[in-house]
Each structure stands twice: as C-alpha cells, then as structure tokens.
C-alpha cells in the first residue's frame, strides 16, 4: 500500500519515545480489538460511572441524621469534575485538561450552557477547597447552604453530561 511521503519524513524524525507510543496504540487496539476512539468512549463512559458514584455518597451525607455537609459539598464538586473531565475527554480526544484549575475553562462549546457550567465548576471547586482545608468557618448553618448550593449544582450537571456523552457514543 502506498504511503504519503509527508509521513515517511515524520516516521523518519520520530523520536523513540513517539514511535513506542505509536506501537502502543497499535498493541492496544490489537489486543482490545477495538479502535482508540472506542478505548476512549470506554474511559469517558468509566469517568461518568464514577462522577456518579460521587454524587450518590454526596447525597447520603446530606440524607444522614446529622448531615456530614463538608463531605457533601466534597463529594458534590468531584461529581461535577469527573462529569465534565469525561466530556472534555471525549472533545478534545485527550485528556490534556485535567488540572483542576484548567478544567473550568475547557468545556467543550458544544456542552449546554458551557461557560455557565465553567462558572459552576470553578465555584464549586473553591467551596471544596475551603471545605477540606480551611478549619473556618465552624458554623453548620454556613457549611449547610454551602451544601445546599454545591449539590443543586451537581443535580443538575448529571443528567446534562449523561446526554452530552450519550450524544458522544457513550452507553449509559
């Protein structure tokens, strides 16, 4: 089978390190029988089974007898991260924008609301920070709206990643 000779030069000026991930995804897709694109559905699909996961155990601590509010809004901001890291998985076929400081401002244009959602994240972000870090406030009335406020958020992002990533290939 003939080959562009553009990509003879680039075979030629391959480093090592590039050539072994080449043959890595050839191993991959060998070895899974599946294309790379597939493998990467299999991840977004994984990432949103555990964002759901996190919103479950933020739910129950909300639902405790005495709430556990500062595991919830925790718990509620990794919902919302590992949603959107799914989403901006499958969008730009990496997962360059992982960092949690990156992550707000890499929704991909076809999420709905994608720069409210940026918003969103960021905040919650920073309520998540002050909730497993900071020793103040000590007040349950604060950490209790906080809570309120961080797992409204995260009740609605499911349902909306769940069909961006359906729309993406991914079985739900």
């Known amino acids: 089978m003939p080959i562009d000779t553009n990509r003879l030069i680039r075979v030629g000026q391959a480093k090592c390190k590039e050539r072994a991930a080449w043959e890595e995804g050839i191993n991959l897709e060998r070895v899974s029988g599946q294309s790379i694109q597939a493998l990467q559905v299999r991840v977004a699909t994984a990432r949103i089974f555990l964002a759901k996961e996190m919103h ?6 909300m639902r405790l007898p005495k709430p ?3 595991l919830a809004i925790s718990r509620a901001y990794y919902s919302m991260y590992h949603a959107i890291r799914a989403a901006a998985y499958l969008h ?3 997962d360059d924008h992982q960092q949690h400081s990156d992550l707000p401002q890499k929704l991909p244009a076809d999420f709905p609301d994608y ?5 969103q994240l960021k905040s919650a972000r920073e309520y998540r920070n002050q909730a497993d870090y900071d020793p103040y406030p000590r007040s349950q009335v604060y950490w209790r709206g906080v809570a309120i406020l961080v797992t409204k958020d995260a009740n609605e992002l499911a349902p909306l990643t769940a069909n961006y ?3 993406k290939g991914c079985r739900l």
């Open 56 to 61: 479950s155990y933020s739910k129950l601590a």
């Open 165 to 167: 990533l359906r729309a």
């Open 68 to 70: 556990l509010y500062r």
């Open 92 to 94: 730009y076929g990496g």
């Open 115 to 119: 720069q409210k959602w940026g918003n």
